[in-house]
């Protein structure tokens, strides 16, 4: 598995559009062709039922690929999105990190199952938990970028300056090739001064770590989870799926693959043109 293709969607802050982000970023891609693999390692497992997934079944999940006991290939299940699989999560992770503290070098466990996974994908990314705890470090170990999902509100940045401190100790500590990837800012409304105020602040604060795109409330966007579908795909139609799709694209121009997608795109180039 190339390691420069792996990204953790993380922000230790809930409610910032995360995992809305690691759902409709890993299905806009698969949209256009490339082979995607989406990891939930969050507990809530709710990366897991946004793209269709049970939570709970008898299959693997990212628990026993945590503590070893199957590996990552085995636990790649398809969805009903083509061109896109998941590692699925389930509750049994929560007990995770207290199981894994006398694991020798528990922090490169997940890094260690991707070294291993046979299949190819163009992309993988990580669906954090809203945490800065063993499972998020696993997944840092084991990506080249970062993909921070960004509110627009006033106390983001300062959340922010405590995701960025444990990024410097994993790349200081643990992976030297660790890359904070992009910054996306979501859940925007236009409607007031403090959106505005806080878009300009980050913008001249990380330049171009920050990506054009930004994400709107979006009332489809919250519904969608509940129908088991990522925005993009339950009202591709709405402001905050057109601006998923703008993401999307932004996201393709900055981490580009070196073979073209494996689908054909045709379909994608012809809503483009529409």
């Known amino acids: 598995m190339k390691h420069s293709n792996v990204f953790s969607v993380c922000n230790q802050k809930g409610g910032v559009g995360k995992t809305t982000t690691a759902i409709n970023l890993s299905s806009g891609l698969a949209k256009h062709g490339y082979k995607v693999l989406l990891i939930d390692i969050d507990p809530q497992a709710n990366a897991t039922s946004g793209v269709g997934h049970e939570k709970e079944g008898d299959f693997p999940s990212t628990y026993e690929v945590i503590i070893g006991s199957t590996l990552l290939k085995d636990a790649v299940r398809p969805t009903g999105i083509p061109n896109l699989s998941i590692v699925p999560s389930n509750s049994e ?9 006398q694991v020798h070098e528990r922090e490169f466990l997940l890094r260690k199952c991707l070294e291993e996974l046979d299949e190819r994908f163009d992309y993988v990314l990580i669906d954090c938990p809203p945490s800065l705890g063993l499972l998020t470090i696993n997944a840092l170990t084991a990506s080249r970028y970062i993909l921070i999902p960004l509110q627009c ?6 959340g922010l300056g405590q995701l960025i ?3 410097t100790l994993v790349n200081q500590k643990l992976n030297e090739e660790l890359e904070i990837g992009a910054i996306l800012l979501t859940m925007a409304d236009f409607r007031t ?3 505005d105020q806080v878009i300009r602040d980050v913008r001249n604060h990380f330049n171009d770590m920050v990506l054009d795109s930004v994400i709107p409330r979006s009332v489809s966007l919250g519904e969608a989870p509940s129908f088991g579908k990522p925005g993009i795909l339950y009202d591709s139609t709405s402001r ?3 601006a998923y799709l703008s993401a999307v694209k932004e996201f393709i121009r900055r981490f580009p693959v070196i073979e073209e997608p494996k689908a054909d795109t045709d379909t994608v180039r012809q809503e483009e043109s529409q």
């Open 165 to 167: 401190q444990t990024y």
């Open 93 to 101: 992770l929560g007990g995770a990190e207290i199981e894994l503290i």
């Open 193 to 195: 001064n403090l959106t």
């Open 153 to 158: 509100e006033y106390y983001a940045l300062e």
């Open 240 to 242: 905050g799926a057109k």
